[in-house]
């Protein structure tokens, strides 16, 4: 069946690095992406999203590219804090007017000091 | 209330034993969602609700698992027999309408021995 689902399952960065997290996604129907951030032992955290009719969203220091020409979103993190270590993935709404959520596999985000 | 609200945060059963998990949605909203996290992979849906009624099943292996959302009281994810393969992290989110970021709770851990 469709999927969404990233690249790279861990990604270290020094503190004050940006970071990019990326997710590929196969329905061309998809119209609206979410990135959730998933601390241990909790639920995942809302962050950004974004809807077809957008290529750009920004949040504050983050950021969403959503490019449909390729099927690819990717999140931006700008000055990279240990706090941001976490979990992130990727989830779409598959068709306008169908609620649910279809997740990616997340990637795991390192962030030493 | 402003938050989901899942019940117990652990819970430990037998194999062939019930277990049967809560969740109260944010006051107001519409769509209630049950997802299974295995390992900190990917969640797979389950079940949403509209209201009292279900919207998509499509991911509920009906042999063992049944869930409800009645008025006036959390809704509730139910598995009769447990298995091993059912240890989970079970999500619930809730939404207030279609196409929107769903919040999620803190899950319920499931360990079956």
């Known amino acids: 069946g469709e999927s969404v689902g990233l690249h790279l399952p861990t990604l270290s960065v020094q503190e004050g690095d940006n970071s990019i997290i990326n997710c590929a996604y196969s329905n061309s129907a998809s119209d609206y992406f979410i990135w959730y951030k998933q601390e241990s032992g909790k639920g995942p955290q809302f962050i950004i999203d974004i809807r077809s009719n957008m290529d750009k969203r920004q949040g504050q220091r983050v950021t969403v590219l959503l490019n449909k020409t390729v099927k690819h979103l990717s999140l931006q993190i700008a000055a990279t804090q240990p706090g941001d270590s976490a979990v992130y993935f990727c989830a779409e709404i598959p068709f306008s007017g169908y609620s649910t959520l279809t997740f990616g596999k997340g990637t795991m985000l390192l962030v030493s000091p | 209330g402003e938050e989901v609200a899942q019940t117990p945060k652990h819970l430990v059963r037998g194999e062939g034993q019930k277990a049967k998990l809560y969740c109260a949605p944010i006051k107001g909203h519409s769509y209630v969602f049950w997802y299974q996290q295995v390992l900190k992979n990917e969640f797979k849906f389950l079940i949403s609700f509209q209201n009292e009624n279900v919207f998509d099943e499509t991911g509920m292996p009906k042999e063992r698992f049944s869930a409800k959302c009645l008025p006036n009281s959390p809704c509730s994810l139910e598995i009769q027999a447990t298995k091993l393969e059912d240890s989970a992290v079970y999500f619930c989110?809730?939404?207030?309408?279609?196409?929107?970021?769903?919040?999620f709770g803190q899950g319920t851990r499931l360990t079956v021995v």
């Open positions: 989110a809730s939404s207030p309408d279609k196409n929107t970021e769903a919040f």
